[in-house]
């Protein structure tokens, strides 16, 4: 988790160690400047600590420097989409096919959550921007955090009620998680999220209770 954003540039594939973004690329761009989280302390520990529980029982964590060992996916959080460029979309991360995407590289637009409930909302984008990191695709169930279907009106952050994953992603997740690191890169996972109509459907992934974000 990268707190005080930076400059990321575009690439052909995600390095999450040295700042290179294959989403960014996408964009067209050479680089994006992100800023860094412009919330505050509580909002990011509650953040950290309702993706850890969206995660649980499974291998992962939610760390702030990078770990000394081993291989690990990063996600900005800070800016809008009109950072790189882009509009109308909460968070953006490259995709992975049922596997964890090698040195993954994923985005939360935090300036654009302006929603009351503020941390919740944080969390489901990041717990779905991760989940794309992951392995998952998009989800059909309402009740699933990878769902984007606007019909879903489910959402009851003023209690608190949060989406998380349901059985048949926790099965992928698992899964990939168990083979992360043990094949080469694949070319199949530079996709980004919904390479060929990704603005439309990342748009959908706006929370029903939230306004959606301007376009800059
Ligand atoms: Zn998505």
Redesign the pocket.
């Given at each position: 988790m990268h707190r005080t954003g930076g400059r990321v540039v575009a690439g052909d594939y995600d390095d999450s160690r040295r700042w290179v973004s294959h989403t960014v690329q996408t964009t067209g761009r050479k680089d994006a400047v992100m800023p860094g989280f412009e919330g505050s302390d509580a909002e990011w520990r509650g953040m950290l600590s309702c993706a850890r529980n969206e995660y649980a029982g499974l291998p992962v964590d939610f760390v702030e420097k990078p770990p000394a060992n081993g291989e690990y996916l990063l996600v900005f959080v800070g800016g809008s989409p009109t950072n790189m460029g882009m509009s109308r979309m909460w968070?953006?991360?490259s995709?992975g096919s049922k596997e964890v995407v090698p040195h993954g590289v994923g985005f939360v637009f935090s300036a654009d959550h302006k929603a009351k409930d503020r941390t919740i909302a944080l969390c489901e984008t990041l717990a779905?921007?991760v989940?794309?990191m992951i392995g998952l695709?998009?989800s059909t169930d309402c009740n699933d955090v990878?769902s984007?279907n606007a019909a879903c009106r489910n959402r009851d952050y003023k209690h608190g009620r949060i989406r998380g994953f349901q059985s048949p992603n926790l099965a992928i997740l698992a899964s990939s998680l168990a083979t992360w690191g043990r094949s080469a890169q694949d070319p199949t996972t530079r996709l980004a999220?919904?390479a060929a109509d990704k603005t439309q459907?990342?748009r959908?992934?706006v929370p029903q209770q939230q306004k959606t974000p301007p376009a800059r």
């Open positions: 968070g953006w991360a995709a779905h921007e989940g794309h695709d998009h990878m984007t999220d919904d459907k990342v959908a992934n």
